[in-house]
């Protein structure tokens, strides 16, 4: 199941973030020749340039547009039949992207990006949710967090068949950008074999037996009672409750602190800059001082270091706990900013500088793996209740694929004009948020969504729980005078 709805899912994510980076030249030479056959108009290199940057972050705003929609359609269609109508999308894109060659038309190309991204946006939502809802109390991290495993394998396979060799070469292209039609085939001939989340059965439909069911199947046993009480608890503390709306959300504050928490760690998750570097790989390692033909190969290397410490992580999460494999994550990403940037200063004064700074990149990557890639997406699922959870992803992948958007316009600035400074801003993000993992955000690990509650209650009633102890101190003490005057 796991396999059958990340194919078509969050490896789309990953594999449409990374084949945009092998046809730069060919695109902003076909944007180019477009505009002269058209209306014998020759742009100059910044021109180009913009057009190209519109391309690539049109998938960012494709994917919050689909962050929007994922709720509602989760709602009304369920959790797997989302994943499959969310294939209208991704085939729609890759349709355009093939036939744009030969139209002659680089507007094709930014449709088709927007497209994909609505269906990149879409299944980030909708699989966590999925595989959480559908996935044993023990089991539910490592399930949740291989989405993110799918994701890094998603970008390595997409720097793969972007190799020149293969499609990433002049007249291929078009065929590139259209290959993402392919896993999302795999998931639609495979996807509805599996069942719905027993959750959303019982929860939301009220189906007890398809939920029964359900649970046997994805077990292969029979259902054990502790985990179907579980369910049947979380039903009756939300029945007759309709699900929540976004905006409902920001003023409750019994989820208060869950909110604040998901925004933050699914901003960070962009904000540390790791994404990017495969929006713009050779920019990076030209500074690193890189020759250029040898960048194509350095950077599947990239991909396949997220996707190592990804599959780690997916191993470690139930052992270790989020809250240590997030703020370890983002420590070891704060130090490995600062080396880089000490490499970068001192790369024109010692020969094997460069060295130091590709590795710098590779190990920052492996610790955004680690820790901060597979965790982020785990959360929503595990801090709101099934009437907040379609709300809260919504609310978590706006603010991932928004960050996404401005981190992808603003990076090649940050590089030509930081220069040997450009991971600066990013080391700050990552020590930020490491501080606030370690100082906010409690353990989660093994927890019922009652356990988890009751953590967060602490945070959310502070103050209140406080005067209302000392309410209650008073009215004791209070009682024991009027009874000593009565005695």
Not at 16 to 30: E, G, K, R, V, Y
Not at 249 to 271: E, H, K, N, P
Not at 298 to 304: D, K, Q
Not at 327 to 335: L, P, R
Request: charged share 15%; aromatic share 12%; net charge neutral.
């Amino acid at each position: 199941m796991v396999t059958s709805a990340a194919i078509g899912g969050t490896l789309q994510y990953g594999y449409n973030l990374a084949i945009m980076n092998s046809p730069t030249i060919f695109i902003q030479t076909f944007i180019n020749e477009t505009f002269l056959e058209r209306w014998d108009i020759q742009l100059e290199d910044y021109q180009v340039t913009l057009v190209w940057t519109i391309i690539v972050s049109i998938f960012s705003l494709g994917g919050f547009a689909g962050a929007l929609i994922a709720g509602p359609m989760t709602i009304h269609f369920g959790r797997k039949k989302c994943l499959l109508l969310n294939n209208i999308f991704l085939m729609a894109g890759a349709l355009l992207a093939l036939t744009s060659r030969a139209a002659k038309s680089f507007e094709m190309i930014i449709i088709s990006r927007a497209l994909v991204g609505i269906n990149s946006g879409i299944s980030m939502n909708v699989q966590p949710m999925y595989f959480g809802e559908s996935a044993p109390k023990h089991l539910r991290g490592a399930l949740s967090s291989s989405s993110a495993v799918f994701a890094a394998f998603g970008v390595a396979l997409g720097q793969v068949v972007g190799l020149r060799e293969i499609l990433g070469s002049e007249p291929c292209w078009q065929y590139l950008l259209a290959s993402n039609a392919i896993p999302g085939l795999m998931q639609l001939l495979t996807l509805p074999w599996f069942p719905e989340s027993p959750r959303y059965l019982l929860i939301d439909r009220g189906d007890k037996e398809a939920c029964i069911n359900a649970l046997r199947r994805l077990r292969g046993c029979e259902v054990q009672s502790s985990e179907l009480d579980e369910i049947l608890q979380e039903q009756a503390e939300t029945k007759g409750m309709r699900p929540r709306r976004p905006w409902e959300l920001f003023t409750d504050r019994s989820v208060r602190w869950q909110l604040i928490s998901v925004m933050i760690i699914s901003s960070a998750m962009q904000l540390c800059g790791n994404d990017s570097i495969y929006f713009y790989a050779s920019y990076v390692f030209r500074e690193a001082g890189i020759s250029d033909d040898k960048i194509q190969y350095i950077t599947i290397g990239t991909g396949s270091c997220e996707f190592t410490a990804s599959i780690i992580c997916n191993l470690l999460i139930e052992r270790k706990g989020r809250r240590f494999m997030l703020m370890g994550g983002y420590i070891f990403m704060t130090i490995w900013a600062v080396v880089f940037t000490i490499a970068l200063l001192f790369e024109h004064y010692v020969s094997w500088m460069p060295y130091l700074s590709m590795a710098c990149i590779f190990t920052y990557i492996l610790s955004f793996g680690l820790g901060p890639a597979g965790v982020s997406v785990v959360l929503p699922t595990e801090l709101f209740n099934q009437t907040a959870r379609p709300a809260a992803s919504m609310i978590a992948g706006s603010m991932m694929w928004l960050n996404l958007f401005i981190i992808g316009m603003i990076f090649p600035f940050l590089v030509s004009e930081l220069r040997e400074y450009c991971f600066v801003p990013f080391g700050a993000v990552c020590l930020l948020s490491a501080l606030y993992v370690g100082l906010f955000l409690p353990e989660t690990k093994g927890k019922s969504l009652s356990a988890i509650t009751s953590d967060f209650h602490k945070l959310n009633f502070k103050g209140q729980d406080a005067k209302c102890a000392s309410q209650t101190k008073a009215q004791y003490q209070l009682g024991e005078v009027c009874l000593s005057t009565a005695l």
